[in-house]
Protein backbone atom coordinates (compact mmCIF):
# COMPACT_ATOMS: atom_id res chain seq x y z
CA UNK A 1 0.00 0.00 0.00
CA UNK A 2 1.24 3.49 -1.13
CA UNK A 3 2.05 5.54 1.93
CA UNK A 4 -0.20 8.65 2.26
CA UNK A 5 -0.26 11.88 0.87
CA UNK A 6 -0.28 15.21 3.24
CA UNK A 7 -0.13 18.63 2.20
CA UNK A 8 1.78 20.87 4.79
CA UNK A 9 0.30 24.36 4.40
CA UNK A 10 3.09 26.50 5.05
CA UNK A 11 4.33 30.37 5.73
CA UNK A 12 7.00 29.87 3.00
CA UNK A 13 9.52 29.18 5.29
CA UNK A 14 11.88 26.04 5.33
CA UNK A 15 9.70 23.18 6.56
CA UNK A 16 11.77 20.37 7.19
CA UNK A 17 11.30 20.00 10.81
CA UNK A 18 7.10 18.92 9.29
CA UNK A 19 8.34 16.99 6.32
CA UNK A 20 10.83 15.16 8.29
CA UNK A 21 8.64 14.50 11.12
CA UNK A 22 5.69 12.58 8.75
CA UNK A 23 8.52 10.63 6.99
CA UNK A 24 9.57 9.05 10.16
CA UNK A 25 5.42 8.42 11.22
CA UNK A 26 5.18 6.75 7.63
CA UNK A 27 3.53 10.10 5.48
CA UNK A 28 4.58 11.07 1.93
CA UNK A 29 4.69 15.22 2.97
CA UNK A 30 4.19 17.37 -0.18
CA UNK A 31 4.86 21.31 1.39
CA UNK A 32 3.33 24.61 -0.04
CA UNK A 33 2.85 27.84 0.91
CA UNK A 34 -1.31 28.88 -0.32
CA UNK A 35 -1.38 26.05 -2.03
CA UNK A 36 -4.35 24.84 -4.37
CA UNK A 37 -7.52 24.49 -2.34
CA UNK A 38 -8.72 21.03 -4.01
CA UNK A 39 -8.20 18.39 -1.74
CA UNK A 40 -5.99 16.70 -3.82
CA UNK A 41 -3.87 14.88 -0.89
CA UNK A 42 -4.81 12.15 1.98
CA UNK A 43 -5.05 14.48 4.51
CA UNK A 44 -3.59 18.70 5.49
CA UNK A 45 -1.18 19.67 7.98
CA UNK A 46 -1.64 23.41 9.00
CA UNK A 47 1.78 24.30 10.20
CA UNK A 48 2.52 27.03 12.75
CA UNK A 49 3.51 30.62 11.89
CA UNK A 50 2.10 34.22 11.77
CA UNK A 51 -0.68 35.64 13.74
CA UNK A 52 -4.64 35.27 11.94
CA UNK A 53 -5.80 38.48 10.84
CA UNK A 54 -8.26 39.88 13.25
CA UNK A 55 -10.06 41.47 10.80
CA UNK A 56 -11.17 38.18 9.47
CA UNK A 57 -13.22 37.71 12.59
CA UNK A 58 -14.42 41.10 12.64
CA UNK A 59 -12.22 42.33 15.73
CA UNK A 60 -9.57 45.22 16.25
CA UNK A 61 -6.02 44.14 16.58
CA UNK A 62 -5.06 43.50 19.93
CA UNK A 63 -1.76 42.47 19.81
CA UNK A 64 -1.67 40.29 16.68
CA UNK A 65 1.27 40.23 14.70
CA UNK A 66 3.05 38.63 11.84
CA UNK A 67 -0.30 38.72 9.73
CA UNK A 68 -0.67 37.25 5.98
CA UNK A 69 -4.33 37.70 4.78
CA UNK A 70 -3.26 36.03 1.73
CA UNK A 71 -2.51 32.99 3.20
CA UNK A 72 -5.32 33.35 5.94
CA UNK A 73 -7.62 33.25 3.03
CA UNK A 74 -6.02 30.59 1.38
CA UNK A 75 -5.69 28.28 4.85
CA UNK A 76 -9.36 28.96 5.34
CA UNK A 77 -10.51 27.45 1.88
CA UNK A 78 -8.02 24.65 2.28
CA UNK A 79 -9.79 23.63 5.82
CA UNK A 80 -13.05 23.83 4.64
CA UNK A 81 -11.84 21.85 1.21
CA UNK A 82 -10.47 19.18 3.32
CA UNK A 83 -13.34 18.92 6.20
CA UNK A 84 -16.11 18.86 2.87
CA UNK A 85 -13.95 15.93 1.69
CA UNK A 86 -13.96 14.38 5.24
CA UNK A 87 -9.84 13.78 5.04
CA UNK A 88 -7.88 13.95 8.01
CA UNK A 89 -6.56 17.50 9.64
CA UNK A 90 -3.59 18.53 11.97
CA UNK A 91 -3.24 21.92 12.99
CA UNK A 92 -0.21 22.63 14.79
CA UNK A 93 0.06 26.66 16.97
CA UNK A 94 -0.94 28.72 14.10
CA UNK A 95 -3.00 25.66 12.21
CA UNK A 96 -4.56 24.53 15.61
CA UNK A 97 -5.64 28.38 16.11
CA UNK A 98 -7.14 28.56 12.59
CA UNK A 99 -8.97 25.31 12.90
CA UNK A 100 -10.61 26.89 15.55
CA UNK A 101 -11.38 29.97 13.87
CA UNK A 102 -12.78 28.00 11.12
CA UNK A 103 -15.33 25.84 13.00
CA UNK A 104 -16.51 29.35 14.87
CA UNK A 105 -14.32 29.54 17.79
CA UNK A 106 -12.26 31.97 19.54
CA UNK A 107 -9.43 33.01 20.35
CA UNK A 108 -7.06 35.39 22.89
CA UNK A 109 -5.23 38.00 20.66
CA UNK A 110 -2.50 38.12 23.31
CA UNK A 111 -1.84 36.29 26.47
CA UNK A 112 -0.12 39.63 28.38
CA UNK A 113 3.00 39.57 29.65
CA UNK A 114 2.62 37.66 32.97
CA UNK A 115 1.03 34.99 31.50
CA UNK A 116 3.09 34.57 28.55
CA UNK A 117 6.10 33.22 30.49
CA UNK A 118 4.79 30.78 31.02
CA UNK A 119 4.25 29.65 27.54
CA UNK A 120 7.21 31.59 24.88
CA UNK A 121 11.04 32.45 26.90
CA UNK A 122 11.35 35.79 26.87
CA UNK A 123 13.47 37.98 24.62
CA UNK A 124 16.49 37.80 27.01
CA UNK A 125 15.64 33.79 27.60
CA UNK A 126 16.86 33.87 23.65
CA UNK A 127 13.15 33.17 22.80
CA UNK A 128 12.01 29.99 21.05
CA UNK A 129 9.92 26.72 23.19
CA UNK A 130 8.82 27.13 26.92
CA UNK A 131 8.50 23.49 28.25
CA UNK A 132 5.46 22.84 30.69
CA UNK A 133 3.21 20.14 31.53
CA UNK A 134 -0.21 19.39 30.17
CA UNK A 135 -2.76 17.47 31.26
CA UNK A 136 -5.14 15.33 28.98
CA UNK A 137 -8.94 14.42 29.05
CA UNK A 138 -9.59 10.57 29.90
CA UNK A 139 -11.01 9.08 27.07
CA UNK A 140 -9.89 11.22 24.56
CA UNK A 141 -7.38 10.71 21.43
CA UNK A 142 -4.34 13.18 23.59
CA UNK A 143 -4.99 10.60 26.52
CA UNK A 144 -4.55 7.51 24.07
CA UNK A 145 -1.29 8.95 22.72
CA UNK A 146 0.62 10.46 25.14
CA UNK A 147 -1.69 9.16 28.62
CA UNK A 148 -2.82 11.45 31.25
CA UNK A 149 -0.14 13.98 31.38
CA UNK A 150 2.85 14.61 29.46
CA UNK A 151 5.43 17.33 28.89
CA UNK A 152 4.94 19.72 25.68
CA UNK A 153 6.74 22.86 24.11
CA UNK A 154 5.08 26.19 23.52
CA UNK A 155 5.78 29.22 21.57
CA UNK A 156 3.32 31.75 21.42
CA UNK A 157 1.25 34.29 22.57
CA UNK A 158 -2.52 33.49 21.41
CA UNK A 159 -4.76 30.72 22.83
CA UNK A 160 -8.28 29.40 21.91
CA UNK A 161 -10.93 30.44 24.80
CA UNK A 162 -13.75 29.20 22.98
CA UNK A 163 -13.36 26.23 20.97
CA UNK A 164 -15.19 25.81 17.43
CA UNK A 165 -17.74 23.80 16.41
CA UNK A 166 -17.38 20.41 17.50
CA UNK A 167 -14.35 20.98 18.61
CA UNK A 168 -13.35 19.73 22.35
CA UNK A 169 -10.72 20.97 24.43
CA UNK A 170 -8.86 17.34 24.94
CA UNK A 171 -5.20 18.94 27.11
CA UNK A 172 -4.80 21.91 29.28
CA UNK A 173 -1.90 23.50 30.94
CA UNK A 174 -1.98 23.66 34.75
CA UNK A 175 -2.91 27.26 34.45
CA UNK A 176 -6.09 25.81 32.34
CA UNK A 177 -4.75 27.10 28.64
CA UNK A 178 -6.18 24.89 25.81
CA UNK A 179 -3.20 23.03 24.48
CA UNK A 180 -5.05 20.43 22.46
CA UNK A 181 -8.93 20.54 20.76
CA UNK A 182 -10.38 17.13 19.17
CA UNK A 183 -13.50 17.12 17.36
CA UNK A 184 -16.04 14.74 18.34
CA UNK A 185 -17.20 13.30 14.77
CA UNK A 186 -14.31 13.74 12.20
CA UNK A 187 -10.47 13.25 11.77
CA UNK A 188 -9.59 16.24 13.07
CA UNK A 189 -6.72 17.13 15.30
CA UNK A 190 -5.15 20.48 16.62
CA UNK A 191 -2.15 21.16 19.07
CA UNK A 192 -0.57 24.61 20.36
CA UNK A 193 2.47 23.27 20.99
CA UNK A 194 5.39 21.75 18.19
CA UNK A 195 5.76 18.51 17.82
CA UNK A 196 7.53 18.44 14.67
CA UNK A 197 10.72 19.79 17.55
CA UNK A 198 10.10 17.47 20.23
CA UNK A 199 11.78 14.70 18.46
CA UNK A 200 10.34 11.47 19.16
CA UNK A 201 8.35 12.19 21.66
CA UNK A 202 6.31 14.27 19.13
CA UNK A 203 5.99 11.53 16.87
CA UNK A 204 2.42 10.15 17.95
CA UNK A 205 0.89 13.21 16.75
CA UNK A 206 2.17 12.87 13.22
CA UNK A 207 1.50 8.87 13.40
CA UNK A 208 -2.10 9.75 14.13
CA UNK A 209 -2.42 12.00 10.75
CA UNK A 210 -0.49 9.22 8.45
CA UNK A 211 -3.08 6.66 10.16
CA UNK A 212 -6.17 8.48 9.97
CA UNK A 213 -4.61 9.12 6.17
CA UNK A 214 -5.02 5.42 5.54
CA UNK A 215 -8.43 4.61 7.48
CA UNK A 216 -9.78 7.16 5.05
CA UNK A 217 -8.67 5.38 1.89
Known sequence: MKTPRILISTGGGNPVNYE??????????VSGYCPATAPLYDG???????????ALIGEENQGSYDI??????????????????KRPVLGICR?????????????LQDLGPTRLLFHKKAPHEGGGDAWHRVATMEGSRMEELFGSATMVNSAHHQVIDVP?????????????II?????????VFTVQ?????????GLPIFRWLVGACMEQR
Open 20 to 29: TALRLAGGTP
Open 44 to 54: LLLAGGGDVDP
Open 68 to 85: DRKRDEAEFALIEAYLKA
Open 95 to 107: GHQLVNIALGGHL
Open 164 to 176: GDGMVATAWTESG
Open 179 to 187: EVTEHIGRP
Open 193 to 201: FHPERMGED
